[in-house]
């Protein structure tokens, strides 16, 4: 059976398009979408330096190659960020393919610890907190934001982009949902010109599984090791709920993104999202203390 689009032998069949297509149609297409999702939300202008959040997983890997691809016939740079949160026997191997990765396609590279930025790393704070009121996946997240920030200004960066697909779109969607956070749920369009601090997701409107195919048909390494903490939330079961209705239900997932884009806009406008400044470190946020300092505080770690 041939490609559609040239003579090739088919690899990849699209269901929800109904496309059949090779491995170099397919990697392709996988560019195109990326740079029409950066194009529609004007998420990367004319000589910024990107920094690309790289965890040594497939999407983040994946969206270095991809934007290293966009980038030959556009004018902005990339540079790669990694954050090491200090987990015993997880890390190592994702910090020696992200080395190896930007090497071998030119890309400065630069490595930044929780240990070294906040005094601790996530096992120590996870020893630390109070009867386990936040989770582990909570206190990673916000340390990394903060951390991806660092090394953001460090290197130079105008714009961070992360490797969030659709699917870390919807599942974030229902998290906000079934907290009752509707105020997150108003915040989550990818435009990022409300924002001082650019944060960009080019992969928004891609589906998982078709970056895990990009990955290995361009040969492109990642962490074969799971997080030890990634089963602890509601996440990983929401993951599945979507990807049984997906198989059953070709395209629903582009669907529950359109949907999520239109609350999300009604959601911001009766919301609104005013910023202020940390009253302990001085940097952007909603309230009058950041969320990372909340939780260093909470911790008993004091300022970072």
Not at 144 to 151: E, S
Not at 249 to 266: D, P, Q, W, Y
Request: charged content about 25%; proline content about 2%.
């Amino acid at each position: 059976m041939n490609c559609d689009y040239c003579e090739n032998a088919v690899v990849y069949s699209r269901k929800y398009s109904g496309e059949s297509l090779c491995s170099d149609c397919f990697s392709k297409s996988i560019i195109r979408k990326a740079a029409k999702t950066i194009s529609k939300y004007k998420m990367i202008n004319s000589g910024d330096v990107v920094g690309v959040a790289v965890s040594g997983g497939k999407d983040s890997l994946s969206l270095l190659h991809t934007l290293k691809q966009i980038s030959l016939n556009h004018n902005f740079t990339l540079r790669a960020i990694t954050i090491d949160e200090g987990i015993p026997g997880y890390r190592d191997e994702a910090l020696d393919i992200v080395h190896s990765f930007c090497n071998k396609i030119g890309i400065e590279h630069g490595v930044y610890s929780y240990k070294n930025l906040f005094g601790t790393t996530l096992e120590q704070s996870l020893e630390m907190r109070e009867k386990e009121k936040i989770s582990s996946c909570s206190i990673c997240g916000i340390l990394r934001r903060r951390a991806i920030d660092f090394g953001a200004k460090e290197l130079g960066v105008d714009v961070v982009a992360t490797g969030h697909n659709m699917d870390d779109f919807i599942q974030t969607f229902i998290i906000n949902l079934l907290s009752g956070d509707t105020n997150k749920i108003g915040w989550m369009s990818p435009d990022p010109t409300d924002k001082k601090a650019r944060r960009i997701k080019p992969f928004c409107e891609i589906y998982e599984n078709e970056i895990v195919f990009y990955a290995f048909t361009n040969d492109i390494p990642f962490q074969s090791e799971q997080c030890p903490h990634m089963n602890e939330g509601i996440r990983t079961e929401i993951r599945d709920f979507l990807n049984l209705l997906e198989k059953n239900r070709a395209g629903i997932k582009n669907n529950m993104f359109k949907s999520i884009l239109k609350v999300s806009s009604k959601l911001k406008e009766e919301t609104g999202k005013k910023w202020k400044i940390c009253s302990k470190c001085g940097t952007e946020c909603t309230g009058e203390t950041c969320a990372v300092c909340s939780t260093l505080l909470n911790l008993g770690i004091g300022q970072p």
